[in-house]
């Protein structure tokens, strides 16, 4: 588990307030009257209440103080109480912490370097879902996914991220309720791609809309087969590389008519050493000598880094994620939930980015 020293200096050493400050003015959210908590000072408590559960309002306030980047100080006769926090929480809203954690991840993903293949940065893309209190309204909300007897015990917000896969920093994030679809939820990542990205993906990713709008952005995919996907063999380029047609359903052209009627792609076969599935991979990545079966076979299981990163975040960031404390969040409204897990994704990226630096030190 990380040492909670650690993670507030990764904060105050990588969270510029100059940033807090422009996604508030970007969302209208910036403080217009001199309060106790200001909305600066309530971007850097929600951020804290999510890495420290077991720590109560008042605690974090402590913590707040005493960090590098002190925005108040607070006398025990002044010190806010648990309401006054949780009014100031309400007036921030989700918004400013959504957009403060987008900029963080642009600039310091601009400031790192990840794994490059043949100059595509490569990043990975995949869904998991987050446990939430089970109160009324994260129930009527989130909803909770069916189990052998019922329901499950808790509410669960479902959620896909991309990383980047050398840092394992997070590039974006959507959230929804437990019945959003991820595909649905990826479609909304596709804005965050470019012609200098490969994306890992897993085998419930490959809907031809999703990934053909990955091509339109100029990005390359690696994603994984279905079986029952059998496309049209068009070219041998080695044993387990061809180039195949792959028939696009009607299904999917008659709402996405920019679609065509099928679409050669690269195809590549192997097992893994030791293994016994087989495994599919369909790659834009057309070209064998520039990229090779064997290189591309080994890179895709470089996406499983998207596992590590959820289980980092739910297991060891916030220590919170084990058998006898099962919920990630402590805000018992599906705002607050939100608002709680992107700035559990800022904490997550600050430690990030000071683990990558330090990778680059001791490298060089």
């Not at 910036?30 to 309530?42: F, H, I, V």
């Not at 043949?118 to 990975?124: D, K, M």
């Not at 990005?219 to 059998?230: D, K, S």
């Not at 599935?277 to 470089?302: C, G, I, M």
Request: aromatic share 10%; with cysteine; hydrophobic share 40%.
């Amino acid at each position: 588990r990380l040492e909670s020293d650690f993670v507030v200096e990764a904060l105050a050493k990588e969270l510029p307030t100059a940033w807090i400050s422009q996604a508030l003015w970007e969302c209208g959210r910036q403080s217009r009257r001199k309060r106790l908590l200001s909305a600066a000072t309530t971007v850097w408590i929600v951020i804290l209440l999510g890495l420290f559960r077991r720590v109560s309002y008042l605690n974090l306030l402590e913590k707040l103080d005493g960090a590098l980047w002190t925005l108040a100080n607070w006398r025990p006769q002044s010190a806010p109480s648990t309401t006054a926090l949780t009014k100031a929480r309400d007036r921030l809203g989700v918004e400013p912490v959504k957009c403060l954690f987008e900029i963080s991840a642009t600039k310091w993903l601009q400031n790192t370097s990840g794994l490059v293949v043949g100059g595509l940065r490569v990043f990975a893309l995949d869904g998991s879902t987050y446990k939430t209190p089970d109160t009324l309204v994260n129930r009527t909300h989130f909803k909770k996914p069916g189990a052998s007897r019922g329901r499950a015990a808790y509410p669960q917000m479902r959620a896909v991220t991309l990383a980047d896969v050398g840092t394992r920093l997070l590039r974006g994030a959507r959230k929804g309720p437990y019945s959003s679809c991820e595909i649905q939820l990826a479609r909304e990542l596709l804005p965050l791609m470019d012609k200098a990205q490969l994306v890992l993906l897993d085998r419930h990713f490959l809907a031809y809309d999703f990934l053909w709008g990955i091509r339109q952005r100029g990005a390359a995919f690696l994603v994984r087969v279905p079986r029952n996907i059998r496309p049209r063999l068009v070219r041998r380029l080695g044993p387990g590389d061809a180039l195949v047609e792959v028939a696009i359903p009607r299904s999917y052209r008659k709402t996405h008519p920019d679609l065509p009627a099928a679409w050669v792609l690269r195809q590549i076969t192997y097992r893994p050493h030791g293994g016994k599935e087989t495994f599919r991979l369909f790659t834009t990545l057309l070209d064998p000598s520039a990229f090779k079966k064997a290189e591309l076979a080994a890179l895709y299981h470089q996406r499983w880094e998207e596992e590590t990163i959820t289980d980092e975040i739910k297991t060891h960031l916030c220590e919170c994620a084990t058998v006898n404390r099962a919920v990630v969040f402590r805000s018992r409204t599906p705002e607050r939930v939100e608002q709680e897990w992107y700035a559990l994704l800022i904490a997550y990226n600050a430690v990030r980015k000071v683990m990558a630096h330090c990778q680059r030190v001791f490298a060089g």
